[in-house]
């Protein structure tokens, strides 16, 4: 089977833009998280998605979102973009509610 | 809440040594799961392990062990006769199920392994 794939896997911004990220999850996987990881404050949890709704979600403001197709693919956007939002995105997916979760090769987001 | 703790920042040994590689985590849930990733320079952390909170047998895989302990809320990680290949940050983590469904994976701040010539 494929892995997750994510896409791109670099991006260059600068501040007050809006970004999009893209991830496919593995094949008949159902459920796909995000990941923010920054050199300060590590791998934080954003949210989680299942059958296209947003089940669980992070310690993080509203400029950060979401969403998931009927093909189990997850967008995530981030809008009004900061410097502090520079990161590695990591996306994961897994096929029920305590299954292990399989990670993509990330999104290296870079706000200028 | 949960926490993870890996107090090995970083860790440097010379190939063919063993090195253990420190967890401790903290939870008030009596089903967890534990887990170990690996993350090589390209970024994506590969998985390696899970742990029930119920099963605390230890597990070989190769050169790689685990030593789970709930005594003493512990999730090592042993690498014997390390490889060059192993360089790499290791990150331990618990997944908490959660009541909405789905489950949030709670990292530690990961331990650097350097493996020299």
């Known amino acids: 089977k494929a892995g997750v794939t994510q896409t791109p896997r670099y991006l260059i911004k600068t501040r007050g833009q809006q970004v999009t990220l893209s991830c496919s999850p593995i094949?008949?996987?159902?459920?796909v998280s995000w990941y923010q990881q920054t050199p300060g404050q590590g791998l934080q949890f954003l949210f989680e998605?299942?059958?296209?709704?947003?089940?669980n979600k992070g310690n993080f403001p509203g400029r950060f979102s979401g969403r998931q197709f009927s093909n189990s693919r997850s967008e995530m956007n981030v809008s009004t973009l900061e410097l502090g939002d520079s990161a590695l995105y990591l996306c994961?997916?897994?096929?029920?509610?305590?299954?292990?979760?399989?990670f993509g090769p990330g999104t290296r987001l870079t706000v200028l | 809440a949960q926490k993870v703790t890996q107090a090995q920042t970083e860790i440097s040994v010379v190939e063919k040594e063993d090195v253990t590689l420190d967890c401790v985590y903290e939870?008030?849930?009596?089903?967890?799961?534990l887990f170990w990733y690996k993350q090589p320079p390209s970024g994506e952390l590969v998985f390696l392990i899970r742990?029930?909170?119920?099963?605390?047998q230890n597990e070989i895989s190769g050169r790689y062990s685990w030593n789970f302990q709930k005594s003493t809320s512990s999730f090592n990680f042993t690498i014997t006769a390390s490889q060059v290949v192993d360089s790499a940050v290791y990150f331990c983590?618990?997944?908490?199920?959660?009541?909405?469904?789905?489950?949030?994976?709670?990292f530690g701040t990961g331990t650097q392994l350097k493996v020299e010539l």
């Open positions: 939870t008030r849930d009596t089903t967890y799961y």
């Open positions: 994961a997916s897994s096929y029920g509610v305590t299954d292990t979760q399989y």
């Open positions: 998605y299942f059958s296209e709704t947003q089940r």
């Open positions: 983590a618990l997944a908490k199920v959660l009541t909405g469904g789905g489950n949030k994976l709670t």
């Open positions: 742990r029930n909170s119920f099963d605390e």
């Open positions: 094949s008949g996987h159902r459920s």
